[in-house]
């Protein structure tokens, strides 16, 4: 390539499938990541329900309060993590 100031027709080609390639991957390694990160939150969220029931069974109203909100804010999340999965997802295809 050198020192030419002007790609040609093939040069250009061949970086735009570069980036398409690229562009793939990323989208795939985002899929991934939101997976496992629905995976983990799923994990959270339970421990919460699980710590909201245990602390209402003891009459710890506050306790199982705040459980409740932290699993209602996981819930949430999850939902919004699985819309971005789906777009990820459309980029692939």
Known sequence: ?????????????????????H???RAEGA?????????RMEKEAQADWQRAKDAAKEGQHAAAQRALTSYRSAQVMIAKLEQKKWVFKQVLM
């Open 23 to 25: 562009a793939l991957r």
């Open 31 to 39: 899929v991934d990541e939101t997976n496992e990160r629905i995976k």
């Open 1 to 21: 390539m050198g020192f030419l100031f002007f790609k040609t027709r093939k040069e250009k080609e061949r970086e735009a499938r570069r980036e398409k390639r």
